[in-house]
């Protein structure tokens, strides 16, 4: 297999081989376009010189067939004295990675065929500039030099000229400036310049294949989620030079604006400049139309090309160009980077132009886009002052004063002020303050931590785990590692989009295409666009999408932004607030009689929640969780209650209640409640609680029949792990159900399910398909229980390491890992449905939002994904373009 191809014999769909930006010149090149002519080493060739010590077997010999080629093509030798041919050497991995890798231009110039360069284009001044500009890339990138003695000793030559403009350096001062970058190179690198030509362009090679593995690349590929081991290919080109003089140029350009997507072309344009002049801001550069004024030959030859590349490609288009004594040369293109905006108006408005089919125009947005353009965001032009950075855990811009506990929350925003809730973690007690916060902010927990998930389901803004905050609940205040104290009542200004956390007040702009969800009648071209690629993705999906959704508010708004039902009610949070201590009776009862008092006042508060959840997804399915957290979210906590009778004992005595109450917290104390008493062992353990849960719902289904409404509720348990677990509880709903219909007269639809989120439950689903009419998938817990992760402790604890060694390369808690965990959902099903060919299966963890996870779900033919309710938008997308990838 070759290792260099020239231009002409690849095209756009080889950048696996060789790379973005030697694909793109091979089809430009064929495209018959001016490129100045060269040779790509391939992808391929940078893995073997990775991978073992050394350039692979053959590569210089092929490099020198090519090299000759060149040669011969072009009339001149690489470094001959008298006329030199001059080379690039470009990087070009198969993703862009703007920046991250090396380039070196002006490859063969020497002492000697500098001269020749300045007789034969009779420009001495271009001639040493292009030297200088050698020593310059070559000292840094291959030999190390740190870019800073070049550029201080460049400004030391323009400071003796009385100048800040590189052009007013003539060509003995530029003669200059190249003796003074040989000394430094000579000092700093212990070595001269190599005057060999060849041997210049072979170094250059294995820099580019070095970059690779820096720092940044590293750093950048992580980011970007760009594999590790793909490597970059290498460009060999044919030097043409922007910095001949004024009547040259380099340049890049947009074939449409990628901030906004509207039509009309973008650029920059710098006259006598070359490479990375236009965008490293040496010298002010103009505009496009200023560059027709300039130079409308070029302008017009630009703008033909721009047009013909936008027609081939079909997508905006991205391009580099110089412009060498008048004539238009093109370097690079590929098709653009744009921002979520941009990629929604200009997949439409190529369709309206006939350039795409609407199913490509769905391909083409992604779900994460469109979160984007739902967020209220920070004004990325106002002045803010970063105090911390966080992760990133529920998306959009919150501004309001610092609040330390969820009572002061609620107080503070029923007078109308804007707080954010500050605690080192939340707990299902926090609810309130939550609720009534614009944002909440935590120095522990991760994404799945109780503040992630609970944040993401209001769809409020939330920044977790930003340790380097010291929250001090009791004293109202939070201090900045190394910095300021922000106390109760500052205003603070958090980024739920990028993690970010500012001390005061930075400006918020709102989301139209919320609006537009919302059913409000918004005039605006993006949101008609959003509004298009949505109603064919419904058009085109299989996969339902329901909401995560615990309160007729959220159902209701889940509702008006598509959903197809809820998927999970979760029941625990209507244990709290005043309920609790009807809770923490039930639970310290002694006797069945006050048991059943705690739960006959429960009854009508419950029946109440789900007569206006299921009144708001009328006609449409809804599935209820029964009661699921650790006890002893329910009770007071250990070591407060233990000082307090402590205390009260060393003062003479301690109320009697307390004392019962502490031995009952004791004895319920566990050490790993995620594994404790939850679920279904909590059901199976408190019979009555289940059975008045059942019974709540199916006489608000009652009462929803008689008022004419069409309820369709689904009881869910949860944490089951054998089947026997749910036939105990299955056998009460039943007996519920008969008392119901014998009381009320009408027997409600509905069916009983569990969800799937212990291993043993997935592995064993076809025993416990013979008693579920449904599954959900629980990936929270089946990720959590998978991989033996804590999911409050692990992210914040040591999943950075992770990252740095691929490990995996993003939390499994967000992007379902497909493997493993997804092994399971995929073995549940299949089991589930030889035992219950109808079975309905539907995943309700956070990854039911997660774009990759829903492609998932689509492919092993789950039924539906359940989501926040701010994410049922973004799974309709998705679910639609999973169908359409594959179409
Ligand atoms: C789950 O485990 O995936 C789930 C949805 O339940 P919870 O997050 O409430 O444990
Ligand atoms: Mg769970």
Same mark, same amino acid.
């Given at each position: 297999?070759?290792?260099?191809?020239?231009?002409?014999?690849?095209?756009?769909?080889?950048?696996?081989?060789?790379?973005?930006?030697?694909?793109?010149?091979?089809?430009?090149?064929?495209?018959?376009?001016?490129?100045?002519?060269?040779?790509?080493?391939?992808?391929?060739?940078?893995?073997?010189?990775?991978?073992?010590?050394?350039?692979?077997?053959?590569?210089?010999?092929?490099?020198?067939?090519?090299?000759?080629?060149?040669?011969?093509?072009?009339?001149?030798?690489?470094?001959?004295?008298?006329?030199?041919?001059?080379?690039?050497?470009?990087?070009?991995?198969?993703?862009?990675?703007?920046?991250?890798?090396?380039?070196?231009?002006?490859?063969?110039?020497?002492?000697?065929?500098?001269?020749?360069?300045?007789?034969?284009?009779?420009?001495?001044?271009?001639?040493?500039?292009?030297?200088?500009?050698?020593?310059?890339?070559?000292?840094?990138?291959?030999?190390?030099?740190?870019?800073?003695?070049?550029?201080?000793?460049?400004?030391?030559?323009?400071?003796?000229?009385?100048?800040?403009?590189?052009?007013?350096?003539?060509?003995?001062?530029?003669?200059?400036?190249?003796?003074?970058?040989?000394?430094?190179?000579?000092?700093?690198?212990?070595?001269?310049?190599?005057?060999?030509?060849?041997?210049?362009?072979?170094?250059?090679?294995?820099?580019?294949?070095?970059?690779?593995?820096?720092?940044?690349?590293?750093?950048?590929?992580?980011?970007?989620?760009?594999?590790?081991?793909?490597?970059?290919?290498?460009?060999?080109?044919?030097?043409?030079?922007?910095?001949?003089?004024?009547?040259?140029?380099?340049?890049?350009?947009?074939?449409?604006?990628?901030?906004?997507?509207?039509?009309?072309?973008?650029?920059?344009?710098?006259?006598?400049?070359?490479?990375?002049?236009?965008?490293?801001?040496?010298?002010?550069?103009?505009?496009?139309?200023?560059?027709?004024?300039?130079?409308?030959?070029?302008?017009?030859?630009?703008?033909?090309?721009?047009?013909?590349?936008?027609?081939?490609?079909?997508?905006?288009?991205?391009?580099?160009?110089?412009?060498?004594?008048?004539?238009?040369?093109?370097?690079?293109?590929?098709?653009?980077?744009?921002?979520?905006?941009?990629?929604?108006?200009?997949?439409?408005?190529?369709?309206?132009?006939?350039?795409?089919?609407?199913?490509?125009?769905?391909?083409?947005?992604?779900?994460?886009?469109?979160?984007?353009?739902?967020?209220?965001?920070?004004?990325?032009?106002?002045?803010?002052?970063?105090?911390?950075?966080?992760?990133?855990?529920?998306?959009?811009?919150?501004?309001?004063?610092?609040?330390?506990?969820?009572?002061?929350?609620?107080?503070?925003?029923?007078?109308?002020?804007?707080?954010?809730?500050?605690?080192?973690?939340?707990?299902?007690?926090?609810?309130?303050?939550?609720?009534?916060?614009?944002?909440?902010?935590?120095?522990?927990?991760?994404?799945?931590?109780?503040?992630?998930?609970?944040?993401?389901?209001?769809?409020?803004?939330?920044?977790?785990?930003?340790?380097?905050?010291?929250?001090?609940?009791?004293?109202?205040?939070?201090?900045?590692?190394?910095?300021?104290?922000?106390?109760?009542?500052?205003?603070?200004?958090?980024?739920?989009?990028?993690?970010?956390?500012?001390?005061?007040?930075?400006?918020?702009?709102?989301?139209?295409?919320?609006?537009?969800?919302?059913?409000?009648?918004?005039?605006?071209?993006?949101?008609?666009?959003?509004?298009?690629?949505?109603?064919?993705?419904?058009?085109?999906?299989?996969?339902?999408? *329901?909401?995560?959704?615990?309160? #007729?508010?959220?159902?209701? %708004?889940?509702? +008006?932004? /598509?959903? =197809?039902?809820? $998927? !999970?009610?979760?029941?625990?949070?209507?244990?709290?607030?005043?309920?609790?201590?009807?809770?923490?009776?039930?639970?310290?009862?002694?006797?069945?009689?006050?048991?059943?008092?705690?739960?006959?006042?429960?009854?009508?508060?419950?029946?109440?929640?789900?007569?206006?959840?299921?009144?708001?997804?009328?006609?449409?399915?809804?599935?209820?969780?029964?009661?699921?957290?650790?006890?002893?979210?329910?009770?007071?906590?250990?070591?407060?209650?233990?000082?307090?009778?402590?205390?009260?004992?060393?003062?003479?005595?301690?109320?009697?209640?307390?004392?019962?109450?502490?031995?009952?917290?004791? *004895?319920?104390?566990?050490?790993? #409640?995620?594994?404790?008493? %939850?679920?279904? +062992?909590? /059901?199976? =353990?408190?019979? $009555? !609680?289940?059975?008045?849960?059942?019974?709540?719902?199916?006489?608000?289904?009652?009462?929803?029949?008689?008022?004419?409404?069409?309820?369709?509720?689904?009881?869910?348990?949860?944490?089951?792990?054998?089947?026997?677990?749910?036939?105990?509880?299955?056998?009460?709903?039943?007996?519920?159900?008969?008392?119901?219909?014998?009381?009320?007269?009408?027997?409600?639809?509905?069916?009983?399910?569990?969800?799937?989120?212990?291993?043993?439950?997935?592995?064993?689903?076809?025993?416990?398909?013979?008693?579920?009419?449904?599954?959900?998938?629980?990936?929270?817990?089946?990720?959590?229980?998978?991989?033996?992760?804590?999911?409050?402790?692990?992210?914040?604890?040591?999943?950075?390491?992770?990252?740095?060694?691929?490990?995996?390369?993003?939390?499994?808690?967000?992007?379902?890992?497909?493997?493993?965990?997804?092994?399971?959902?995929?073995?549940?099903?299949?089991?589930?449905?030889?035992?219950?060919?109808?079975?309905?299966?539907?995943?309700?963890?956070?990854?039911?939002?997660?774009?990759?996870?829903?492609?998932?779900?689509?492919?092993?033919?789950?039924?539906?994904?359940?989501?926040?309710?701010?994410?049922?938008?973004?799974?309709?997308?998705?679910?639609?373009?999973?169908?359409?990838?594959?179409?």
């Amino acid at each position: 297999m070759a290792l260099v191809f020239d231009f002409h014999q690849g095209n756009k769909d080889q950048k696996d081989l060789l790379g973005g930006k030697g694909a793109n010149l091979a089809e430009m090149t064929n495209l018959g376009l001016p490129v100045p002519p060269g040779f790509t080493i391939s992808t391929e060739a940078c893995r073997g010189y990775l991978a073992g010590d050394g350039m692979p077997e053959g590569l210089a010999e092929e490099v020198d067939v090519h090299l000759a080629r060149l040669e011969e093509a072009m009339g001149r030798r690489l470094g001959a004295a008298e006329d030199p041919l001059l080379v690039s050497v470009r990087s070009g991995a198969k993703f862009s990675m703007p920046g991250m890798m090396e380039t070196v231009l002006n490859i063969g110039l020497n002492d000697e065929s500098v001269a020749g360069l300045a007789r034969q284009s009779g420009n001495e001044r271009f001639a040493q500039d292009s030297y200088r500009r050698l020593l310059q890339m070559f000292g840094a990138t291959v030999l190390h030099v740190g870019g800073e003695h070049f550029s201080a000793a460049l400004d030391e030559a323009k400071r003796a000229k009385g100048s800040d403009d590189d052009l007013d350096l003539d060509a003995d001062d530029l003669r200059q400036v190249v003796t003074v970058f040989q000394e430094i190179i000579e000092k700093q690198a212990g070595r001269p310049f190599p005057q060999d030509p060849r041997e210049q362009m072979e170094l250059a090679i294995r820099a580019v294949f070095d970059s690779w593995n820096t720092d940044r690349a590293r750093l950048y590929r992580r980011q970007e989620r760009i594999p590790e081991d793909l490597g970059t290919a290498v460009n060999v080109q044919a030097m043409v030079f922007g910095n001949f003089g004024m009547d040259s140029g380099s340049g890049v350009a947009f074939t449409r604006d990628p901030a906004s997507g509207n039509q009309g072309v973008y650029g920059d344009y710098l006259q006598n400049a070359q490479g990375e002049d236009v965008v490293a801001g040496i010298r002010n550069t103009v505009s496009l139309a200023d560059f027709e004024d300039i130079d409308p030959t070029s302008y017009a030859d630009l703008l033909a090309i721009m047009a013909r590349l936008e027609r081939h490609y079909r997508d905006m288009c991205d391009i580099e160009f110089t412009v060498e004594r008048g004539k238009l040369w093109m370097l690079q293109t590929r098709v653009g980077k744009r921002t979520p905006e941009a990629a929604f108006r200009i997949a439409i408005h190529m369709v309206d132009e006939g350039l795409i089919e609407m199913d490509e125009a769905v391909r083409r947005v992604t779900g994460d886009q469109l979160a984007q353009l739902m967020f209220p965001r920070f004004d990325e032009r106002a002045e803010r002052t970063l105090l911390a950075t966080g992760m990133n855990a529920s998306p959009g811009a919150a501004v309001g004063k610092a609040v330390f506990d969820s009572d002061t929350a609620v107080e503070w925003a029923e007078r109308g002020e804007d707080v954010i809730l500050v605690r080192k973690e939340t707990n299902p007690d926090d609810l309130r303050g939550m609720v009534a916060a614009r944002g909440i902010l935590t120095s522990r927990g991760g994404k799945t931590s109780h503040a992630a998930v609970v944040a993401r389901g209001m769809g409020r803004t939330c920044v977790c785990g930003a340790e380097a905050l010291d929250v001090d609940a009791g004293a109202r205040e939070f201090r900045v590692r190394d910095g300021e104290t922000v106390r109760e009542g500052d205003v603070i200004s958090i980024d739920g989009t990028t993690g970010e956390v500012f001390a005061g007040e930075v400006p918020v702009s709102d989301a139209l295409v919320v609006r537009h969800f919302e059913g409000e009648k918004v005039d605006d071209d993006l949101v008609d666009a959003v509004g298009r690629v949505m109603a064919h993705a419904d058009g085109a999906r299989r996969l339902r999408v *329901r909401a995560n959704a615990d309160t #007729p508010d959220d159902a209701a %708004r889940a509702r +008006r932004f /598509g959903a =197809q039902g809820i $998927g !999970l009610c979760r029941t625990e949070h209507m244990f709290l607030g005043e309920r609790r201590a009807l809770v923490e009776q039930l639970i310290v009862a002694e006797d069945e009689e006050s048991q059943h008092a705690a739960l006959d006042e429960l009854l009508p508060l419950q029946r109440q929640d789900f007569t206006e959840i299921l009144e708001a997804m009328d006609g449409l399915p809804v599935t209820i969780r029964l009661i699921d957290p650790p006890l002893h979210e329910f009770l007071p906590d250990y070591t407060e209650l233990s000082v307090k009778v402590a205390l009260a004992e060393q003062d003479g005595g301690a109320d009697q209640r307390d004392i019962r109450l502490l031995e009952h917290v004791r *004895r319920l104390h566990e050490q790993n #409640p995620m594994l404790g008493m %939850r679920g279904v +062992r909590l /059901g199976i =353990q408190i019979p $009555g !609680l289940f059975a008045m849960q059942a019974r709540a719902i199916l006489e608000a289904s009652a009462d929803r029949l008689e008022a004419g409404g069409r309820p369709l509720p689904e009881i869910m348990i949860p944490l089951v792990a054998s089947v026997r677990e749910l036939d105990v509880v299955k056998h009460d709903i039943l007996g519920v159900a008969e008392e119901v219909e014998e009381q009320r007269g009408v027997r409600p639809e509905f069916t009983v399910g569990t969800m799937i989120e212990l291993p043993r439950a997935a592995f064993l689903a076809d025993r416990i398909a013979g008693s579920a009419e449904f599954f959900s998938f629980g990936t929270n817990d089946l990720t959590q229980m998978a991989w033996g992760f804590s999911r409050d402790d692990v992210e914040a604890a040591f999943f950075s390491r992770y990252f740095d060694h691929g490990i995996f390369d993003v939390s499994p808690f967000e992007s379902l890992d497909q493997l493993g965990v997804g092994g399971m959902v995929e073995m549940g099903t299949e089991k589930g449905r030889h035992t219950r060919p109808d079975l309905k299966v539907g995943i309700c963890g956070e990854h039911g939002g997660d774009p990759r996870s829903i492609h998932f779900f689509d492919r092993v033919g789950l039924d539906y994904v359940s989501c926040s309710p701010f994410r049922v938008p973004v799974a309709r997308l998705e679910a639609g373009r999973s169908v359409l990838a594959r179409r």
